[in-house]
């Protein structure tokens, strides 16, 4: 069971991932959680170094969809600046949301990944729908009060994870 919370990739930042290693992969799709791993959540507007990334993105024709659990009008206000599209109400860890974009892109699952800041959520999800996983560091230190009770569970998750998969480690960038 606890192999459902292991992440393929362990990466300080969604940013630090490489287009060009990407594009090396065969991945068409990144699909992002949106709050703390896209974006803070409490700072809808992105930043620099977002807009550089996306750009990069773009430029070895990779799209990204975001993949959230709040609701449409938070994240299609979240995410007005930036053109993205996105799936709402995913119900991670169910694979609903990330199934849903396979589908609607027509994509098979080697040609995605799915970044996330929260073991309970986003890698769950991505393992339950078999899609490779990229765990970050949450942007920020802070949490929605709603994330406080999922960072405490990881914690004891994590003790299992590192008794079980002791090469688990972070690294600058996916395939390091």
Do not use: C
């Not at 995410?79 to 609903?96: A, G, T, V, Y």
């Not at 027509?106 to 995605?112: A, G």
């Amino acid at each position: 069971m606890i192999s459902k919370f292991k992440p393929t990739w362990m990466i300080p930042m969604i940013y630090n991932i490489s287009p060009v290693k990407l594009e090396d992969m065969g991945i068409k799709y990144v699909f992002t959680d949106l709050d703390n791993t896209l974006i803070p959540w409490n700072n809808p507007y992105g930043t620099p170094q977002l807009r550089n990334w996306l750009n990069n993105l773009s430029k070895h024709n990779i799209e990204l969809v975001v993949i959230s659990n709040n609701k449409r009008s938070r994240v299609k206000k979240a995410l007005e600046m930036l053109d993205l599209d996105f799936i709402s109400r995913s119900l991670k860890p169910f694979p609903n949301g990330i199934n849903k974009a396979l589908k609607k892109y027509h994509l098979n699952k080697k040609q995605v990944i799915m970044v996330g800041d929260q073991l309970l959520t986003d890698v769950w999800a991505s393992n339950n729908a078999g899609v490779r996983s990229v765990l970050v560091k949450p942007l920020i230190e802070t949490d929605a009060w709603n994330t406080k009770p999922n960072r405490f569970i990881e914690k004891k998750i994590w003790k299992k994870l590192n008794k079980k998969y002791v090469d688990l480690k972070w690294q600058e960038d996916i395939n390091d």
